[in-house]
């Protein structure tokens, strides 16, 4: 069953703390990426990745930090440096030779 | 950088009326992209327009994309409940990079 999974669904932090949210494809795309959704601002660009062990950053990147070992994983960090976390956060992939991006059910994240 | 305006941002409508939202770019694009997202779920990919001029139907959907490739619409003939979402177009100016996604329209339908 192909896909890309995020995990879990619904995360609470404190405020302070660092958090990592997963994202994996097994849609064997190359590129990969993280958005922000706030309600009324659309979809903002966090962090982009068009090929393993290369990233780059996108509109809004600051206290943000991603990594790409595997084709499969992009892992994003949400550190103590963004001011404001609370959001929904969504993950995308895209094959090779289309702007067409497939989007993970979402992580909704709390920060108390 | 890159602007893609989209409008209306809420709109909502009797069932059985027509809808349309419409997107603008500040720079001419390589083609455009038309996502919906249900209450509570993530974007879906729609349909893709490329060609300047172009337009494209799915079922009650019509997708437009303008001569100077700088703009579309989206227009839903006889809405029912079941196209309540948000729906958001993203432009890319090529190079598979990168898109910019409007700030969505939010569809209400009123049974």
């Known amino acids: 069953d192909g896909g890309i999974t995020q995990s879990p669904k619904y995360l609470f932090r404190k405020e302070g703390q660092n958090v990592t949210l997963s994202c994996e494809q097994n849609?064997?795309?190359?590129?990969m990426y993280w958005y922000r959704q706030d309600p009324g601002q659309g979809l903002r660009l966090i962090y982009y990745?068009?090929?393993?062990?290369?990233?780059q950053k996108g509109d809004i990147a600051e206290g943000y930090s991603v990594s790409r070992e595997k084709k499969e994983s992009f892992p994003l960090t949400v550190t103590s440096a963004q001011k404001n976390p609370t959001a929904f956060y969504l993950c995308?992939?895209?094959?090779?030779?289309?702007?067409?991006?497939?989007f993970g059910p979402g992580t909704r994240l709390t920060v108390l | 950088g890159q602007q893609v305006m989209q409008i209306p941002q809420y709109q909502h409508v009797q069932e059985g009326e027509d809808f349309t939202t419409y997107c603008n770019s500040s720079?001419?694009?390589?083609?455009i992209q038309w996502y919906k997202q249900r209450p509570g779920g993530h974007p879906v990919f729609l349909i893709q327009l490329v060609k300047s001029g172009e337009v494209k139907k799915q079922k009650r959907l019509t997708f437009q994309f303008g001569e100077a490739k700088k703009n579309s619409s989206l227009h839903i003939t006889a809405t029912q409940t079941t196209d309540v979402g948000t729906y958001f177009c993203?432009?890319?100016?090529?190079?598979?990079?990168?898109?910019?996604f409007g700030i969505g329209t939010k569809l209400q339908v009123i049974p």
């Open positions: 720079t001419t694009l390589s083609n």
């Open positions: 990745s068009q090929i393993v062990n290369d990233f």
């Open positions: 993203a432009g890319s100016t090529g190079g598979y990079q990168k898109v910019t």
């Open positions: 995308a992939s895209r094959p090779t030779s289309t702007d067409t991006q497939y």
């Open positions: 849609l064997n795309h190359d590129a």
